[in-house]
């Protein structure tokens, strides 16, 4: 990057640093919370309410890598850097593609019916999770590429990573981190709205009946040993 392009972007950069300063902080705070939440519901036998928090975790971090990502993108002052910050940009779009509908599928859904939570609830999630597969189909085949050979270096030809890495369009992966943001806010906004739901006394006062259920079967067993 010539000295020039670096004294254009000094504005930009401390605007982008002024308006993230609490970013971290904001989001530490979040992942402690969620952290806490998921292991008390493991602790406590709340099995459903467990793979909620555990989903919510998993989508905190996976928001606060990509956004590590892009800040790494958009201060990085020599080619070097930009394509090492593109290539582990490259391989979270991919995992993260590959992984959330995961997170989110029968486990979760199964976790869902049993709260007993109204059709609305899934046809949102439904919503909520459609741009990953859409994401998917349209751009695994160039992320997978760049994970392979030059991200996660799965590939041992090392002519054909230098050749990989020698085309890598550092932008063109900052944009598809723009674009996998979009479901990824869906996704947020729903987990946030869910997580509210679950707090509510009478859906705790169910988990717990269900919970002290489990136990007695537990125990009833273990005596007929």
């Known amino acids: 990057m010539n000295l020039l392009l670096r004294l254009l972007l000094i504005p930009g950069r401390i605007k982008h640093c002024w308006e993230n300063r609490n970013r971290l902080r904001v989001t530490?705070?979040?992942?402690?919370?969620?952290?806490?939440?998921c292991e008390d519901a493991e602790t406590h036998g709340f099995k459903n309410h467990a793979v909620i928090y555990n989903a919510?975790?998993?989508?905190?971090?996976?928001?606060?890598?990509?956004?590590?990502?892009?800040?790494?993108l958009y201060y990085a002052?020599?080619?070097?850097?930009?394509?090492?910050?593109?290539?582990?940009?490259?391989?979270?779009?991919?995992?993260?593609?590959?992984?959330?509908?995961?997170?989110?599928g029968k486990n979760y859904?199964?976790?869902?019916?049993?709260?007993?939570?109204?059709?609305?609830?899934?046809?949102?999630?439904?919503?909520?999770?459609?741009g990953f597969n859409k994401f998917k189909q349209e751009?695994?085949?160039?992320?997978?590429?760049?994970?392979?050979?030059?991200?996660?270096?799965?590939?041992?030809?090392?002519?054909?990573?230098?050749?990989?890495?020698?085309?890598?369009?550092h932008?063109?992966?900052y944009r598809l981190g723009a674009t996998f943001s979009e479901p990824l806010r869906l996704l947020v906004n729903f987990q946030i709205a869910l997580l509210q739901y679950v707090k509510h006394p009478a859906v705790l006062l169910s988990e717990a009946v269900k919970a002290v259920e489990q136990d007695n079967l537990v125990e009833k067993k273990g005596s007929n040993l």
């Open 28 to 37: 530490a705070d979040i992942v402690a919370s969620l952290k806490k939440q």
């Open 171 to 173: 932008m063109a992966v």
């Open 109 to 130: 859904r199964e976790a869902l019916r049993d709260l007993q939570l109204a059709d609305s609830w899934l046809q949102a999630l439904n919503a909520s999770t459609a």
């Open 56 to 72: 919510g975790l998993f989508v905190v971090l996976l928001e606060q890598d990509l956004s590590a990502y892009s800040t790494a």
């Open 139 to 169: 751009h695994a085949t160039f992320l997978k590429d760049i994970r392979n050979y030059v991200g996660a270096h799965r590939e041992q030809n090392a002519l054909a990573q230098l050749k990989v890495l020698e085309s890598l369009d």
């Open 77 to 104: 002052n020599s080619k070097y850097h930009q394509q090492f910050a593109a290539r582990g940009m490259a391989v979270l779009l991919y995992e993260g593609a590959e992984d959330i509908p995961t997170v989110f």
